[in-house]
């Protein structure tokens, strides 16, 4: 991973986290209640599922000799930001660029419809694991419930979110490609 992408990553993952604790005090009328225990909540549980949610996106397309690489949308970050004082979140912080390449020989890795419809799905997919990890944490750990639910309400609203078939989001490349997959998502 480059050091630019790296750095949006970290930048996306922060301004999210910030947006979605922002909009749970909700909004400027409750932004003097936020404290620093939710910040670090917010920071863990949104965080995590927003760079698996990506990196998953990079990762797939990668194993199918794509190009990868996360680059942030300064607008959507600054939407995300300026709704969150409203008390709503809008997220799209980003996305992974994707496209085919050649490899030494010339040889085409190209992006089928079905492994786009794939790449997209694994994001959604993640933050459905992540969902069902953190409700397992919350019973089996009771003293860790308030995290938990959290990181499980905060997962499935970006894997729900991300399967809305509107591009640019996932689910409009899954709805495309095969509409029982997306359904089945």
Do not use: C
């Not at 690489?69 to 997220?91: C, D, I, P, T």
Request: aromatic share 12%; glycine share 10%; proline share 3%.
């Amino acid at each position: 991973m480059q050091r630019q992408e790296a750095k949006e990553l970290a930048i996306s993952a922060i301004v999210l986290a910030l947006a979605f604790g922002i909009a749970d005090a909700g909004g400027v009328r409750g932004i003097g209640t936020v404290s620093l225990y939710t910040i670090i909540v917010m920071l863990a549980t949104v965080s995590l599922g927003f760079l698996l949610h990506e990196l998953g996106h990079r990762f797939l397309a990668r194993h199918y000799g794509s190009y990868a690489e996360y680059r942030m949308w300064k607008q959507g970050l600054g939407l995300a930001l300026l709704l969150s004082f409203l008390g709503l979140v809008f997220a799209a912080p980003g996305a992974v660029m994707i496209h085919s390449r050649s490899d030494l020989w010339g040889r085409r890795h190209e992006l089928t419809l079905r492994r786009t419809g794939l790449i997209s799905l694994i994001g959604p997919a993640i933050n459905v694991v992540l969902a069902l990890v953190f409700t397992a944490i919350g019973i089996l750990y009771p003293a860790y419930s308030f995290v938990a639910g959290v990181g499980a309400s905060i997962n499935m609203w970006l894997a729900i979110f991300n399967m809305i078939p509107l591009p640019p989001l996932d689910g409009s490349k899954v709805f495309y490609w095969d509409r029982r997959a997306w359904l089945a998502a």
